[in-house]
């Protein structure tokens, strides 16, 4: 099992990463909970829907250096790439513990912290 969540998690990266946001929700949960470490706690696909909207304005770069899983948990530490203000990206550096029902994400506590940005 734990060998398959990896594998879910890293399909609905790669939709992210492509911007195909309706591809990552097709591997989620109606009812996910993603919650931010300092931010608002997001409920239900829309609100992760809407939230990606406005935190990805162009798909971003995931660079994965570790992936635990066991059990229902698949753990991700790595860096992702965003373009933020005036056409800068902004890497962050990230933990993502996921939790997987049924085959699907159902619950994110993300860690992220900002590391700096850089010129295109």
């Known amino acids: 099992m734990s060998e398959l969540n990896k594998s879910v998690l890293q399909k609905a990266n790669a939709a992210i990463s492509t911007g195909d946001t309706e591809g990552f929700l097709a ?3 109606d009812d996910i909970v993603w919650s931010m470490v300092g ?5 239900g696909k829309e609100a992760v829907r809407a939230s990606m909207a406005k935190e990805y304005p162009g798909p971003p770069k995931f ?13 991700a ?4 790439t965003t373009p ?4 800068r990206l ?5 933990s993502d513990v996921w939790r997987l029902r049924d085959g699907k994400l159902a619950e ?3 860690f992220v912290i900002a590391r700096g940005t850089d010129e295109l």
Do not use: K, P, Q, S
């Not at 931010?39 to 409920?43: D, G, M, Q």
């Open 63 to 75: 660079t994965v250096h570790t992936l635990i899983a066991e059990g229902d948990h698949v753990v």
């Open 90 to 94: 902004v890497t962050h550096a990230y």
């Open 27 to 29: 591997y989620c949960t």
């Open 84 to 87: 933020g203000e005036n056409g």
């Open 39 to 43: 931010a608002e706690t997001l409920r």
């Open 108 to 110: 994110l506590r993300a």
């Open 77 to 80: 530490l790595g860096d992702i």
